[in-house]
């Protein structure tokens, strides 16, 4: 059974990447600029910026998803393995 994919941009990657026949280098120099998943064809959202947090919205924001993982039952020790601590 295939991987399953949950972000829809790394989808278009695994698309890409059949439509060129597994070969990454062939992904990298497509040619067909018109398709519409030309620009998210690396797996990457190009027209994504980059949110610039202080450290006071970070610390509100990781305050909010402690709380709304308590609400739904993830244990504090989980969220930590989640968050790669
Ligand atoms: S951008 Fe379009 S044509 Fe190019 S590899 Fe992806 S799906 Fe194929």
Redesign the pocket.
Known sequence: MAEQITNPVKA?RA??ME??CGQTS??KS?P?YK????PF?FGKNPYRQRREMTEEEKQVLADRLKEARKNIGISEEKSEVDDGK
């Open positions: 278009i698309f890409c439509c060129s062939e992904v497509c067909v398709c519409p998943l030309y064809r």
